[in-house]
């Protein structure tokens, strides 16, 4: 069967190295529950940073993996965390600035454990009371990320999981972030495949078991266009509009997908209609 370039680059994982992500998922979803109490009014994102970068090296003998990443093109990123507040798409750099009931804030974290990445975000709702938008949008990029790990099975496309991100934010009324995409993840970062969160059914590279990779849909409450900040890494909505992102790290297995990034305080998967 012809497989074209993209295909023959993404590394299938054996079963021993598919162990090592289970850990590595775990513990990065490990790091989200211990820093859930400490996400409330009056604390800065910088903070957060501290208290994860502590939790992540000494306690569970990780090294955060965005500490010093330097992608080609970029200056080294400066914290162990990404924290994107309100308007912030992604990769927001922590700082100073308290937190305000009301805000939204996405917590990125990935760590390293012997030599395997973890990587998985969730949404938090700052003194838990947000605007009615903040809970919706937040609610419906949540549906949004189960609904496209729901197509990670044999057989299926990348495109489909695209697509069906795609068709549940715009149905929503909401838009759907085009510059930034999922991405395969192993012994590295960033790996084969790009996993977009708009696209076309059965397009795109066949999904086969062993495949691992991110599935981190950003959704604008506005249109979709983005702005880099000039930090050189955060990115916001061009209208000002709040943004959400959530994020797992998705094994495609035998009989269909199987989230690397959960742990006991992990958020529960959605209920969804169909």
Not at 3 to 10: D, G, K, Y
Not at 159 to 166: C, E, P, S, T
Not at 200 to 227: C, D, H, Q, V, Y
Not at 250 to 269: M, N, R, W
Request: hydrophobic share 35%; charged share 20%; with cysteine.
């Amino acid at each position: 069967m012809y497989r074209t370039p993209e295909e023959m680059s993404i590394v299938i994982k054996t079963p021993e190295e598919i162990e090592k992500m289970r850990v590595a998922g775990r513990l990065a979803s490990e790091v989200l529950d211990y820093i859930e109490p400490h996400v409330r009014p009056g604390v800065s994102t910088a903070e957060l940073d501290r208290l994860c970068h502590n939790y992540m090296v000494n306690v569970q003998g990780c090294i955060p993996a965005p500490l010093n990443y330097a992608p080609p093109g970029y200056r080294p990123y400066p914290k162990s965390i990404c924290a994107s507040v309100n308007r912030q798409v992604c990769h927001g750099v922590p700082g100073d600035k308290a937190l305000k009931k009301g805000d939204i804030v996405n917590l990125d974290i990935t760590v390293i454990k012997d030599g395997w990445h973890g990587d998985t975000s969730r949404m938090f709702i700052v003194g838990g009371e947000g605007s009615i938008q903040a809970r919706r949008l937040c609610a419906v990029t949540y549906e949004c990320l189960w609904i496209g790990i729901a197509q990670a099975r044999p057989g299926a496309h990348l495109g489909d999981i695209g697509h069906a991100i795609q068709r549940h934010a715009e149905s929503n009324g909401f838009s759907v972030v085009r510059e930034f995409c999922g991405h395969g993840i192993g012994s590295k970062f960033h790996e084969e495949p790009q996993v977009l969160h708009y696209g076309r059914p059965g397009t795109g590279p066949e999904l086969r078991p062993g495949m691992i990779f991110t599935i981190e849909p950003m959704i604008n409450a506005g249109k979709a266009a983005i702005s880099e900040l000039p930090d050189g890494w955060t990115i916001v909505t061009k209208d000002r509009s709040l943004s959400a992102q959530w994020e797992h790290t998705v094994l495609v297995g035998e009989t269909g997908p199987e989230v690397l990034t959960l742990s006991a305080g992990a958020p529960a998967k959605p209920k969804l209609q169909g």
